[in-house]
Nanobody, 123 residues
Framework: QVQLVESGGGLVQAGGSLRLSCAAS????????VGWFRQAPGKERAFLAM????????LYTVAVKGRFTISRDNSKNTVYLQMNSLKPEDTAVYHC????????????????WGQGTQVTVSS
């Protein structure tokens, strides 16, 4: 059973930064691409970024490109999401997930999900 655990969320003022972590159970991560999504109240889960197994050629949605950076440390089975210049509209629960194949920006392309970490950005 693959387990993913997100951490690093919290309350931050607009313009601030947070770094989220996604830690996976041993042996479950280094061969897979991993994505970050977020879900705001009343909205669908939205794709943010994806890193390949090697960490090269990351993909971002337009809304966060240039502000968020995805990275990974396979020696620690951990994927990160550095979030800068945060805005109130970034407020959501942030989830990481393991990519299994298919359309990379669709939640259906991911098989294992973490429980999420809350990010709240105040104005």
């Amino acid at each position: 059973q693959v387990q993913l655990v997100e951490s690093g969320g919290g309350l931050v003022q607009a313009g601030g930064s947070l770094r989220l972590s996604c830690a996976a159970s041993a042996g479950a991560f280094s061969s897979y691409a991993v994505g970050w999504f977020r879900q705001a109240p009343g909205k669908e889960r939205a794709f943010l970024a994806m890193t390949s197994a090697s960490g090269r050629d990351p993909l971002y949605t337009v809304a966060v490109k240039g502000r968020f950076t995805i990275s990974r440390d396979n020696s620690k089975n951990t994927v990160y999401l550095q979030m800068n210049s945060l805005k109130p509209e970034d407020t959501a629960v942030y989830h990481c997930a393991r990519y299994r194949g298919g359309i990379y920006y669709s939640p259906e392309a991911y098989d294992y999900w973490g429980q999420g970490t809350q990010v709240t950005v105040s104005s």
